[in-house]
């Protein structure tokens, strides 16, 4: 009976395993337990002078759904996410998040390594089938996902150099696919280091996409404790990116009252891209009352962005009534460039006065 029972849990021990694996071609394929610290098991593999990949599989948040067609063999297969086979060999290829209800799920996080330097980092979500173009793979198994978290962090801080950027986006965008709480805090460590402007506004970009309420709450504390114009006139775009229902919200307060222009003029561009009504009164408000002209003029343009049975209506009212000439002058130029049949029969009736 004993015999029996050892048998069955070494059985299912064995299917765990296998579960865990990639489906795998055109490579010469191993299978090691970590036993260890992942950095210490990169950095041996990064004692060879060989090629490989280097893989292992962690959590994601549960609305990941990564999918692109570009290296894929199959793309009648898309609607799995996988496109059939991927050719890791190929050139690199981009990420997007499909619109999927929330399910768990696992990825990928491979490595490609060439005489013992990392030169690609690649999320693929789990389950699909990989072709590693004749190089050899190493599955690594028992990886913590914070330990993946850190080993990534310290990659994407590693260096600035252009020819490291393949490295560096890779890993960022690995990093935010995480389900671990460490993610967010890593990118919001990233986005307050001294790492390179690219680097910093990557990190803040994948909290605005990727990482929902947390990511919102971190770029709220990135707001707070980031001084330099530069960087800050990016987070308007990332709050326009973040799920979070009270994310438009804050891009309207930065809108209204930040202290710097330039970030008022990029929360009033961004704010349009979404509209609504909110959107709409934040616009007029900056036309009326906000002390800098360039911004006024931001939001006009803004008013652009807008639907047009919303925008054009109000293009007309300002350059009707505003008693900025700049401004209205502004929003000439706005109604020329709509082709709208309404924004066309006001200018010709403006010429006849």
Known sequence: MKRHLLAIVICASTLALLAQQPKVTNTQFTVEP?????TVAVDRFRQSSEQLWLGYEVAALPQSHLSTCSNWSDTSQMDDGCCGEYRLEEN???????????VPQNIYILFRLDHGQIIRVRPVMAGCHLDAGGV???WLTGVNPDESVA???QLATQSSQSDHSKIIDGALLSISYHETPEATHALSQIALSTASMHVREQAAFWLGVQRGHE???ALQALEKQTTETAFR?????????????EAQDELLRMAKSDANPKVREQALFWLAQKAGKKASAAITDAIQNDPETDVKKKAVFALSQLPKDEGVPQLIHVADTNPNPVIRKEAFFWLGQSQDARALAYLEQVLKR
Request: no cysteine; hydrophobic share 35%.
């Open 215 to 217: 990511g919102f709450v």
């Open 233 to 245: 006139e990016k987070l308007p775009f990332d709050f326009s990116q973040n799920s979070d229902p």
């Open 136 to 138: 050899p793979f190493t």
């Open 92 to 102: 690199d290829h981009s990420m997007s998040s499909g619109d999927r209800a929330p």
């Open 151 to 153: 080993f990534l962090a």
């Open 34 to 38: 970590l036993g260890g610290k992942l």
